[in-house]
């Protein structure tokens, strides 16, 4: 039977007590902000423009207009409940709540005065490790309008990345779930890594750790529905207790003395390659990010966003909350964490406008559609306007699948990174649907991007001509947070104007007469056979427009007379019966034949393609797992 899409959620509802509004001020003087890295990027001006003159190099920027908002998250945020206060802000389906925006308003003031009294303060770093809910968009709030650093963590990290990211940071403090919520697995119990980080969880009422010197409180948000009893530990402090325990204020939280350029945001990156960084980004960097996003979307205070990725990646945070939040628009989370049902359950519900999605998901929500009747009836049932499609490379076939299944017409696509706040380039739902397809689009506004020669670093190859990916302008990051080293590698000074700081990407991309970026890969990921460079990219999808194939993802592999070769991990559909011929056929058919591959790894449940948080296949990771095959034979050639 289908949910009811009775409006029986869609209703506010009350906020519960810890979400009331305290009575009172707390006038406290903060200490001064951090210090900054670096002075604040300008975009580069002279070469490159926006106007419809067709480029011969290339080098875009994106238009000058509207200009940039220099405001911090909070004051900005004030505005928005001043229009919209009435309407919804944050709508979570798994726990049957609404807020307003006046609500959220209201519950982040109180949070944010209830974290002040146990002691967090300006430019403290505060660790957050929760799923999509009411809490987590709270805090985000709260932790903006105080000028802690909000660092959100994935809740599926290990204890050891847990204690890696609060000791690398100094974290002050970390609010976390009593279970983590992971896709398609039993909710996970949080005591077992709090016990290993705090060896007095049930003994002592003070926070002590050899292993987490720095952290000096433990906020926890009970998400697990009875499950898990934290009474018995006195040194955690209930979230509920938080909100309460702050003195009495009024509606408005008193002025923090915050500028726009602080560091207010630690993102880890995803981790790709072996090694995640911690990326810095100021009020600046995401807010103007954010509403960029929400701009070229159109999005409007009648629009309700259904957005299933998470909110401790810069999909969520940025893409998500910070493009709605700027627009008085809604963002529905249909569960803590990703589930293809309560995702179109959830759109359908809420009438969502608009879809957000990595590719692994959207391709989840397509085998649903295959094999679940009543999915097929809630994808009739949606009202998608727009949508984005981001987080990694999203194969053109992709796009095709999710405008005749899902009715997504004006789907986006977009281009960034962690270190670019995330978002650099982006389709608009008004391109053609052969630029939406193919290409991650133009730059937003006042951000420049370049392709360079990746040898030359300081030459701009011609328009057409492949190269690697760099960006300018305010969303560069501030740096990797106490890594000097590695930030030198990729902000690089402009040769002509050293007050103007490119990103390079490591990404591979092409840029056409109009501005418009195509992605062909990751440069590391690019496999050179026989002195032709193949990207990954190109294979991967073809493949996903063969019908037998649910997901596929193609690395270089050593081979003795063409130095690399081409090998495919391919996942079967369920029912699918197709051999690694049937896979080089199709391949052959469609493509040249030097991008056939030579080897076919199939991947099922338990060995699954490895990704990031954010749905990105981890190549080092398959290239490693394709080595260990063939030196155990089990390459089929």
Same mark, same amino acid.
């Given at each position: ?27 406290? &003087?903060? /200490?001064? /902000?951090? =210090?900054?890295?670096?002075?604040? *990027? ?5 070469? #490159? ?11 875009? &920027? ?52 209830? !974290?002040?009294?146990?002691? +967090? ?30 660092? /959100? ?14 000791? *690398? !940071? ?10 983590? *919520? ?60 938080? +909100? ?26 995803? #981790? ?37 990725? /998470? ?152 328009? #057409? ?82 019908? #037998? ?22 996942? &079967? ?21 030097? !991008?056939? =591959? ?40």
């Amino acid at each position: 039977m289908l949910p009811s899409l009775a409006c029986k959620r869609a209703a506010t509802k009350s906020p519960k007590p810890a979400s009331a509004c305290p009575k009172g001020q707390l006038w406290r &003087r903060l /200490p001064l /902000p951090l =210090p900054l890295p670096h002075a604040p *990027h300008r975009a580069l001006s002279g070469s #490159g423009s926006s106007s419809s003159l067709p480029l011969t190099t290339s080098h875009a &920027r994106g238009p000058p207009a509207p200009a940039l908002l220099e405001q911090t998250i909070g004051q900005y945020f004030s505005s928005t409940v001043a229009k919209y206060g009435d309407r919804p802000a944050v709508i979570a389906h798994h726990q049957e709540t609404t807020l307003s925006y006046d609500a959220l308003d209201r519950a982040s003031n109180a949070l944010a005065r209830g !974290l002040q009294s146990i002691n +967090v303060q300006k430019g403290d770093r505060v660790a957050l490790s929760l799923g999509n809910n009411i809490e987590h968009v709270t805090a985000t709030f709260a932790l903006a309008k105080l000028g802690a650093i909000l660092v /959100p963590l994935n809740p599926a990290f290990t204890v050891t990345q847990v204690a890696s990211a609060i000791t *690398h !940071l100094e974290a002050s403090h970390l609010i976390i779930g009593t279970e983590t *919520h992971l896709p398609f697995k039993d909710p996970r119990s949080n005591v077992p890594l709090l016990e290993h980080l705090l060896p007095n969880l049930r003994s002592s009422a003070k926070i002590e750790s050899a292993l987490v010197p720095s952290l000096k409180g433990v906020v926890v948000v009970d998400n697990s529905k009875g499950r898990v009893d934290i009474d018995q530990f006195r040194s955690l402090t209930r979230y509920q207790d938080v +909100v309460s325990s702050g003195p009495s204020a009024e509606k408005y939280l008193p002025d923090q003395g915050l500028d726009h350029n602080e560091i207010i945001n630690i993102q880890f990156t995803s #981790g790709t390659t072996s090694s995640p960084k911690a990326a810095c980004l100021t009020h600046r960097n995401v807010l103007n990010n954010g509403k960029s996003i929400g701009d070229r979307l159109k999005l409007t205070a009648d629009d309700a966003v259904c957005c299933p990725p /998470p909110l401790f990646h810069c999909f969520g945070c940025v893409l998500g909350l910070q493009a709605t939040s700027t627009h008085g628009a809604a963002i529905v989370f249909p569960s803590e964490c990703f589930d293809p049902l309560a995702t179109l359950t959830a759109a359908a519900e809420y009438r969502c406008t608009a879809l957000y999605g990595v590719p692994t998901m959207f391709l989840a929500e397509l085998d649903l559609l295959q094999t679940m009747p009543s999915a097929r009836a809630l994808a009739y049932m949606t009202n998608f306007r727009t949508g984005i499609a981001a987080g990694s490379a999203v194969p053109a076939e992709l796009i095709r699948k999710l405008k005749a299944e899902l009715h997504l017409d004006r789907l986006t696509n977009c281009y960034g990174m962690t270190e670019t706040s995330p978002v650099s380039l982006m389709t608009a739902p008004s391109d053609s649907f052969a630029k939406r397809v193919n290409t991650v689009g133009k730059p937003l506004p006042h951000v420049s991007v370049k392709i360079v020669d990746p040898v030359d670093r300081a030459r701009v190859v011609p328009v #057409g001509t492949k190269g690697e990916v760099v960006v300018s302008g305010y969303v560069t990051m501030r740096g990797y947070w106490n890594d000097a080293a590695r930030t030198a590698e990729v902000l690089v000074p402009d040769a002509a104007d050293p007050s103007v700081v490119w990103m390079h990407t490591g990404d591979e991309g092409v840029m056409d007469a109009d501005g418009y970026v195509a992605i062909t890969g990751r440069i590391k990921d690019l496999i050179i056979r026989g002195g032709e460079n193949i990207s990954p990219l190109e294979v991967e999808s073809c493949l996903l427009a063969c019908d #037998g194939v649910a997901e596929a993802a193609v690395v270089g592999l050593p081979d003795d007379r063409y130095g690399e070769c081409v090998a495919a991990f391919v996942l &079967r559909r369920e029912g699918a019966h197709l051999a690694a011929d049937d896979v080089r056929a199709w391949v052959r058919a469609k493509l040249s034949a030097h !991008l056939v =591959p030579k080897f076919v790894f199939w991947v099922d449940a338990k060995t699954a393609l490895p990704k990031t948080a954010s749905g990105k296949v981890q190549k080092y990771k398959l290239k490693e797992r394709g080595l260990g095959l063939l030196q155990r034979g089990e390459g089929v050639e």
